[in-house]
């Protein structure tokens, strides 16, 4: 949760529109896609490249691991069956960390999801570009603290290795940069 950058820049001084997650109490937190029929609902989110995500999450004090060993390897870490394709499960309404079965992850339904004209997404990879892509979508113009990196990933450390990892959200996030570069 960024508190601090909530505190600063409060979004009912600095947003143009109405944006809030406040019915689910807790601005800033990570919440499961909720399919509602209200028009007026958008959806955000800002995905990032998976393997990415993992390395921060083992570096994170390898976040919601089962295993409670701070020893464990990168490897280990990601095999355990709930920690991978957070994402593309959060987009199908499931918790990141959620025991979900990769054949049961129904990436048709993600990408319509975010194909959606009531669902932006943009690339943590990419973060200036999806800010002002944002701004394009709902108007405004882009402010400097909108572009600032308030959460840094950590130089790459050795214990990662480049191994190929087989996540079915690895697929799901480049057919979504796919409709990224295509907005």
């Given at each position: 949760m960024?508190?601090?950058l909530?505190?600063?820049?409060?979004?009912?001084?600095?947003?143009?529109?109405?944006?809030?997650n406040?019915?689910?109490?807790?601005?800033?937190?990570h919440?499961?896609?909720?399919?509602?029929?209200?028009?007026?609902?958008h959806?955000?989110?800002?995905?990032?490249?998976?393997?990415?995500?993992?390395?921060s999450?083992?570096?994170?004090?390898r976040?919601?691991?089962?295993?409670?060993?701070?020893n464990?390897?990168?490897?280990?870490?990601?095999?355990?069956?709930?920690?991978p394709?957070?994402?593309?499960?959060?987009?199908?309404?499931?918790?990141?960390?959620?025991?979900?079965?990769?054949?049961?992850?129904n990436?048709?339904?993600?990408?319509?999801?975010?194909?959606?004209?009531r669902?932006?997404?943009?690339d943590?990879?990419?973060?200036?570009?999806?800010?002002?892509?944002?701004?394009?979508?709902y108007?405004?113009?882009?402010r400097?603290?909108?572009?600032l990196?308030?959460?840094?990933?950590?130089?790459?450390?050795?214990?990662?290795?480049?191994?190929?990892?087989?996540?079915?959200?690895?697929v799901?996030?480049?057919k979504?940069?796919?409709?990224?570069?295509e907005?």
């Open positions: 960024d508190v601090p909530l505190k600063k820049y409060n979004p009912e001084t600095f947003c143009d529109v109405h944006i809030s406040s019915k689910m109490g807790c601005p800033g937190c919440h499961p896609y909720k399919a509602t029929d209200d028009e007026g609902t959806h955000f989110t800002m995905l990032r490249d998976p393997l990415e995500r993992l390395r999450a083992y570096s994170f004090n976040h919601l691991s089962k295993l409670k060993d701070p464990i390897t990168f490897e280990t870490y990601v095999n355990e069956p709930h920690i394709d957070c994402q593309l499960k959060m987009i199908l309404g499931h918790h990141c960390f959620d025991m979900v079965e990769p054949d049961s992850l990436m048709s339904l993600a990408l319509e999801r975010i194909s959606s004209p669902f932006f997404f943009g943590t990879g990419r973060w200036n570009e999806s800010i002002c892509l944002f701004h394009k979508w108007g405004g113009s882009p400097d603290f909108e572009l990196n308030n959460r840094p990933t950590k130089k790459r450390s050795s214990f990662f290795n480049d191994a190929d990892y087989d996540f079915k959200e690895t799901f996030f480049n979504a940069m796919t409709i990224f570069n907005r």
